[in-house]
């Protein structure tokens, strides 16, 4: 079965320092991992996808498949990077369904 | 580009009572379509999806039930709401296939008394 797990539910970094969200799956197959967003009053979004292997806001995440993480990770935290944060996966079944994890929710102060 | 609207936005309802919340997607066509509960302290939690009209599949036990009429619209349902079915509701929809970026409504708040 899958299952995506973010550790922490809550996050606190200053503006300026680098900023590590964690993510561990478990998944028999082949998944694709995923990093939604969802700032203040917005819709939950995607922001980056391990495939595609790009840096977007800042902010890049790499696949670990020994040990089964994808954290994301920012060298330098702007207080607009303040939002939820969920990671998510998807099997190569099911008709796209993506499995989030619980969610972290970073401040970063100013 | 996709749109997906969502009503209503807030919702209070007693237990016992039914559920309608629906959900609409524009600029796409045959898109799959998924409902998406997040409860307090909780992640999001798939509930159903379908990848046309007509086709629902559940994903948890419960309370509720998804029907798609139409290509572009999906609802969800209750006969008699329950204290838990309280949460975030939220409507996605992807292009068919695997591995497609969902896109997200902007959510129902429904509280049950």
């Known amino acids: 079965a899958q299952r995506v797990t973010q550790p922490e539910k809550l996050l606190s970094v200053f503006k300026g320092a680098p900023v590590e969200l964690k993510c561990n799956y478990s998944?028999?197959?082949?998944?694709?991992l995923f990093w939604y967003v969802q700032y203040s009053r917005q819709r939950l979004q995607l922001l980056l996808r391990?495939?595609s292997r790009e840096s977007i806001k800042g902010f890049t995440a790499d696949l670990n498949k020994g040990e089964t993480s994808f954290h994301l990770k920012k060298p330098f935290a702007q207080e607009e990077d303040s939002a939820m944060y969920y990671c998510?996966?998807?099997?190569?079944?099911?008709?796209?369904?993506?499995?989030f994890g619980t969610g972290t929710r970073l401040t970063v102060i100013p | 580009s996709q749109t997906i609207h969502q009503w209503p936005a807030t919702l209070v309802q007693p237990v016992g009572s039914p559920l309608s919340l629906e959900c609409t997607v524009e600029?796409?066509?045959?898109?799959?379509l998924y409902w998406y509960r997040q409860a307090a302290g909780r992640g999001l939690q798939l509930l159903f999806y379908?990848?046309?009209?007509?086709?629902i599949s559940s994903e948890v036990p419960q309370n509720l039930s998804a029907s798609r009429p139409q290509d572009r619209q999906f609802i969800l349902s209750s006969k008699k709401l329950l204290l838990s079915d309280s949460g975030f509701y939220l409507c996605?929809?992807?292009?068919?296939?695997?591995?497609?970026?969902?896109?997200f409504g902007p959510g129902t708040r429904l509280t049950v008394l």
């Open positions: 998510a996966l998807s099997g190569s079944t099911g008709a796209n369904n993506l499995f």
């Open positions: 998944y028999s197959g082949s998944p694709e």
């Open positions: 391990h495939i």
């Open positions: 600029g796409t066509s045959n898109p799959n």
């Open positions: 379908s990848v046309g009209i007509g086709q």
């Open positions: 996605a929809q992807s292009a068919g296939g695997v591995r497609n970026e969902q896109f």
